[in-house]
C-alpha cells in the first residue's frame, strides 16, 4: 500500500477551509450590514461544499480501487 492512499485528498481539506472562510466572510456581512459580503460568503461556502464533496468522491474511488487490488 503507497503511503500516499491513506492521506484525505487536497479537495477536501481545501474545500473544507473555504466553506470556513465563507462562514466567517458572511458573518462580517452580517455584523457589517454589507450585503456584498454576506454574498460573497455564501457563495464560497457553496464552493467549498461541492470542493469538498469532489475530494470525499476521489477518496472513495481510491479506497475503491485500493479494495479491489487486495482481491
Excluded: F, P, V
Aim: proline fraction near 0%; charge should be negative.
Amino acid at each position: 500500500m503507497d503511503d500516499n492512499d491513506d492521506r484525505i485528498d487536497d479537495d477536501r481539506t481545501e474545500g473544507s477551509l473555504k466553506q470556513m472562510g465563507g462562514k466567517m466572510e458572511e458573518g462580517a456581512g452580517n455584523i457589517l450590514g454589507d450585503a456584498k459580503l454576506k454574498r460573497d460568503g455564501e457563495a464560497d461556502q457553496a464552493e467549498g461544499k461541492l470542493q469538498n464533496a469532489w475530494g470525499s468522491a476521489k477518496d472513495e474511488m481510491r479506497e475503491m480501487t485500493n479494495n479491489d487490488d487486495d482481491d
